[in-house]
């Protein structure tokens, strides 16, 4: 069974600095997809990010970037520069072959001036 | 506007009750998924449709029930509901049954039952 852990409950951050969101992940598939969510307190979730499993390289999306290490099962968030508009809860999330999507507990980013 | 419409944005109803949650898909896209988000599960897969079909089941209570119409609109029907249903529901939709990059999120239903 797919299994996501993210570490970090909370965290605070100081606006323009980067920050790093862990996210591990556990699967006995070879084909699966990572993701990032971001979810404000309106309550909709953003897609911020992708990685496939077999990509090489690292994603990046604007101020947001993928660090993954396939060897190691992790899929850390890196969000640079961050905004006071930055500060929500975010999900790393799985998807297995067949599409389903399976999500970590969060991490809630509060983003100070 | 993400192109998946979810009705009603909002619902409050008693314990006991019959509500209908409703979710229109991305322009195209075949694939409907419905999640659940409460504060003690977190984020929950419930059921995926597509094309009509059922594709895969999740965490979802036989009180629970969901069907995909012709004209590719989804309904999460939920019955007998109990206080621990209140919660926030999603609807996803994606081109394919098999997901390949990503999926694009409704705005969410948030049910609470009292």
């Known amino acids: 069974a797919q299994k996501i852990t993210q570490t970090q409950p909370g965290m605070f951050v100081q606006e323009k600095e980067a920050v790093t969101l862990d996210c591990t992940y556990d699967?006995?598939?070879?084909?699966?997809?990572l993701f990032w969510y971001k979810q404000p307190s309106s309550g909709e979730m953003i897609f911020l990010i992708y990685?496939?499993?077999?990509?090489?390289q690292n994603a990046t999306e604007g101020r947001y970037s993928l660090n993954f290490q396939k060897a190691r099962k992790s899929a850390n968030l890196v969000i640079s520069a961050s905004q006071l508009g930055d500060s929500a809860m975010y999900f790393c999330?799985?998807?297995?072959?067949?599409?389903?999507?399976?999500f970590g507990a969060g991490t809630q980013v509060v983003v100070t001036p | 506007d993400s192109g998946v419409t979810q009705t009603p944005k909002h619902l409050i109803t008693a314990t006991g009750q019959r509500v209908t949650l409703r979710c229109s898909p991305r322009s195209g896209d075949l694939s409907v998924y419905w999640y659940q988000q409460s504060l003690d599960q977190g984020l929950q897969f419930l059921i995926q449709?597509?094309?009509?079909?059922?594709?895969a089941k999740g965490n979802i209570l036989e009180r629970f029930s969901a069907q995909q119409f012709p004209d590719l609109h989804s309904e999460l029907n939920l019955s007998s509901l109990e206080l621990g249903d209140s919660a926030l529901y999603f609807c996803a939709s994606s081109p394919q049954d098999r997901l390949t990059y990503g999926y694009t999120f409704g705005s969410g239903t948030r049910l609470t039952v009292v």
């Open positions: 999330a799985m998807t297995d072959s067949w599409g389903k999507l399976q």
């Open positions: 699967t006995s598939d070879q084909s699966y997809g």
């Open positions: 990685q496939g499993s077999y990509d090489e």
């Open positions: 449709y597509y094309n009509g079909e059922e594709r």
